[in-house]
Every structure is written in structure tokens, then in C-alpha cells.
């Protein structure tokens, strides 16, 4: 690693503002774990965001359920929360949670006991425009006897800081119109993220039932400690993940992943058209690209400012 090297990278577009903020952090030296728990808030907090935080998407209930991780590359700290309710920035609960030695990750009514008792802030983070998507898809989907399970899009962030550490971190409201206490992929170790400082961090998004089925996030780590590059590990691992689950099922769900080396160098792979990622790097500024699948290989272009303004006005569009 080079002196001064840095780097941050996110899952979608939506955590653009995000990494930005916390590319200032990292260039301006400081750690890791900073940048990612500023930037996966950022996303928590912006209400448009429909996947994550407040904002994000309720349970069939209409109960808006929250998971969480985070994950510190040089000390193996890793904490966790899931299916929590009405706690204003969940990230914030797992990472201090992973300086707990025990009880690191929590779930339901005692997670959300913990963080109160911590002095956490409590919010309603079921919006009005949430609850209108909900009042949608069950007059479309269930209403008619018809599944309604899509939308599942996570944050992750996954940071390298000047002194060498990797950090990673998640958060989600998970798959829109779940089950009561589903939980997916994203607060689960080595499959909705991993971060091993000596190697690089990754983190995914997607079908959080397919997702595991690989540890993903793990799998990607191990190819690229044996001398993949970040871009050949994401790759490689979303490849073969998929072949296994169109053989075992017949198809596959949504797997989308984005990595960091401990050099800096990033990564990004996925089985669909249109995922997006964030990045920026001392060698790379700022950029969110939309990726295309050719084959075996991702590709990815910067995003034009025609894709940007048709994803703003989709986030933001009335809802009918």
C-alpha cells in the first residue's frame, strides 16, 4: 500500500453523497470506520431512499423492520442488528455493537431495548409515502392472490483509510412486503459483507436468500487473498454462484457485489442490467457508474447525465 492511499466504495447510487462526504474524510486521514458509518447514514437519513432507513420499505404488516452491520478489517470487530424498529440510524447501533465482546449481534425487541438503553435516537421511520407504496403493491399483489415480493436494494459501503484499515458496513429495510422477522443477506457475516484489512473488503446487494446461499461477501475476500484482482473476484464469485443456483432452481435471484483491495483497487459484478455503484479513491475521483453484463463479465460506464436525472425523477415521481 502506498502512503496516503484511500478509497470508498458503495452499492447503488444512492449512496453517492455519501461516499463523497466520506472521501473527504479519508483524504483528509480520517479512519476507515468514520467514513463508512457517515456515509451509510447519509442514506438512511434521505427519505426518497425507499430501500433503506427512514423512508424504507415496510414488512407485509406495514411495519417498517431495519438490519444492520458493521465490520472492522484489522480487528475482526464485527456488530450486528436486525428486524429493529423505529431507531433513526440503525448503522450506528451495529458498530457499537462491535465493540461489544459478547451479545454482537441482536435482534427484534432486545436490540432495540439495548439501543434505547444506550440513548440511541428514536424515530417513526415509517413515512407517509412508504405507507402509500404499501397501500400500491397490496392492491396490486396481494389484494389479487399474487406474490409481492421485489425491491430489496441495499446500502453497502466498504472504506480503506491512510493508516491501512478496512472497515465495512450495511443497512437495509429489506425485501418490501417480507414476512414478519425475515432477514436477509445484509447483517449476516461473509455473506452481505466481509472486511479483512489484510486483503480488501466486499459487500453485496440483491436476494438476500440467494446471496447467503454463497457467502458471497467471504468468497469474494478468499478469491482475492489467493491473487484476484478485485474486478476477477466479484466476477468470478457472482458467476459461479449463479451457474449453481440455475442449476439447483432453475434461476437465480438478484446478485449484485462491489469490493476494495487494500491497494485501493475496486470491483463490481452483477447477474442484472442497471445496478449502480459509487466510488472515489485517491487515484479516482468521485464517480457513479452503471454497470451492464457482458457474458461473464461486468462492464461499467459512467453514469450520463440522462440516467441521473430519470433516476431522480423515478425516486421522487408520485406515487399513483
Sequence with gaps: MEKNTWGIIATWRMAFDGISEGATQLQNQHPASEAVITSVKMVEDYPFYKSVGYGGLPNEDGVVELDAAFMHGTTMALGAVASIKDIANPIEVAEKLSQERFNSFMVGAGAEKWAHDQGFEQKKMLTERANQHYTKRCR?????????????????????????????????????????????????????????????????????????????????????????????????????????????????????????????????????????????????????????????????????????????????????
Design 140 to 320: 396490486e399483489t396481494i389484494f389479487r392472490g399474487l406474490s409481492p415480493y421485489t425491491g430489496h436494494d441495499t446500502v453497502g459501503v466498504a472504506a480503506l483509510d491512510t493508516n491501512g484499515d478496512i472497515c465495512v458496513g450495511t443497512s437495509t429495510s429489506g425485501l418490501f412486503m417480507k414476512r414478519p422477522g425475515r432477514v436477509g443477506d445484509s447483517p449476516v457475516s461473509g455473506s452481505g459483507f466481509y472486511a479483512d484489512s489484510d486483503i480488501g473488503a466486499a459487500t453485496a446487494t440483491g436476494l438476500g436468500e440467494d446471496l447467503m446461499k454463497g457467502c458471497i461477501s467471504y468468497e469474494i475476500i478468499r478469491r482475492m487473498g489467493e491473487g484476484m484482482t478485485p474486478q476477477e473476484a466479484a466476477d468470478s464469485t457472482v458467476n459461479d454462484l449463479e451457474e449453481k443456483l440455475i442449476k439447483q432452481y432453475g434461476k437465480a435471484g438478484d446478485l449484485s457485489v462491489v469490493c476494495i483491495d487494500k491497494n485501493g483497487d475496486f470491483g463490481a459484478a452483477t447477474n442484472i442490467d442497471n445496478f449502480s455503484f459509487s466510488v472515489a479513491t485517491s487515484k479516482h475521483p468521485a464517480t457513479i457508474y452503471v454497470c451492464q453484463r457482458d457474458g461473464k463479465k461486468t462492464s461499467y460506464q459512467v453514469a450520463t447525465k440522462e440516467w441521473l436525472d430519470a433516476y431522480q425523477a423515478r425516486i421522487t415521481a408520485p406515487i399513483i
